[in-house]
C-alpha cells in the first residue's frame, strides 16, 4: 500500500504480506474523515503487518488501519477461521462520517462469528455486513438479504450516502 500527495509525491508505504501470493487479490479500502486508509483484504495462515502478524488455520479475512500520516497500522484485526470463510470473498468496505466502518463479506458453513457476534443463515455461503467503529471494536453483524436462494453472489455495489447518513448495499 501507499499514498501519493496530489503532486504525485509518495508519501508512505506499507506492506502486508502472507504465505500466499495471492494474497490481497480480494483486498479493498476506503478513507475515513481523518484520511486513515481502511484495508480488507485476506491472507493465508500469517499475515504480517508492520512487524506484528495475524494467525490462522487456513485462508482468513482481515481489516486494518493505517495511518494518514506514517501509514503504519494503528489497529488490525482477524475476521473468522478457515471453516468460516471456505469460498469467502471480501466485496467491500465504506466509512460513514463517524468513521465508523462496514465490510461486506460472504461466509460459509451456515454461521460466523466475530468478537462474540454470531449471525445463522439457512443457505451457505450467505452474504453479511460488519459494523466496526473507529477503534476497530464490533458493533453488530447481521445477514444480508438476498432475492435468490440458490447461490448468493458478491454484493456489487456498496457504498455510504452521508446525505442520508445511511448504507446502501446491492
Same mark, same amino acid.
Given at each position: 500500500? &501507499? +499514498?501519493?500527495? +496530489? ?6 508505504? $506499507? ?5 500466499? !501470493?495471492?494474497?490481497?487479490? $480480494? $483486498? /479493498?479500502? &476506503?478513507?475515513? /474523515?481523518?484520511?486513515? %486508509? ?5 491472507? =493465508? #495462515?500469517?499475515?504480517? =503487518? ?5 494467525? !490462522? ?6 481489516? @486494518?488501519?493505517?495511518? @494518514?500520516?506514517?501509514? +503504519?497500522?494503528?489497529? #488490525? #484485526?482477524?475476521?473468522?477461521?478457515? !471453516?468460516?470463510?471456505?469460498? =469467502?470473498?471480501?466485496?467491500?468496505? %465504506? &466509512?460513514?462520517?463517524?468513521?465508523? %466502518? ?10 460466523? *462469528?466475530?468478537?462474540?457476534? *454470531?449471525? /445463522?443463515?439457512? %443457505? ?30 458478491? /454484493? *456489487? ?14
Amino acid at each position: 500500500y &501507499c +499514498k501519493y500527495n +496530489k503532486y504525485g509525491e509518495l508519501q508512505w508505504t $506499507n506492506y502486508v504480506s502472507s504465505l500466499l !501470493s495471492d494474497v490481497g487479490e $480480494n $483486498n /479493498t479500502f &476506503c478513507i475515513d /474523515t481523518a484520511g486513515n %486508509v481502511i484495508v480488507f483484504g485476506q491472507y =493465508f #495462515k500469517t499475515g504480517y =503487518f508492520d512487524g506484528d502478524s495475524l494467525i !490462522s488455520p487456513g485462508e482468513a479475512m482481515f481489516v @486494518a488501519k493505517l495511518d @494518514a500520516k506514517t501509514g +503504519k497500522v494503528v489497529w #488490525k #484485526k482477524s475476521l473468522g477461521l478457515a !471453516s468460516y470463510v471456505q469460498n =469467502f470473498s471480501t466485496d467491500g468496505v %465504506v &466509512c460513514d462520517k463517524n468513521n465508523n %466502518v462496514y465490510l461486506t463479506f460472504l461466509y460459509s458453513n451456515f454461521n460466523f *462469528t466475530v468478537d462474540g457476534l *454470531t449471525i /445463522t443463515s439457512n %443457505v451457505s455461503p450467505a452474504n453479511a455486513i460488519l459494523k466496526l467503529d473507529a477503534n476497530g471494536n464490533s458493533i453488530w453483524l447481521k445477514n444480508i438479504g438476498t432475492p435468490w436462494t440458490n447461490w448468493p453472489e458478491t /454484493t *456489487t455495489g456498496f457504498n455510504y450516502d452521508e446525505t442520508t447518513d445511511k448504507i446502501i448495499v446491492i
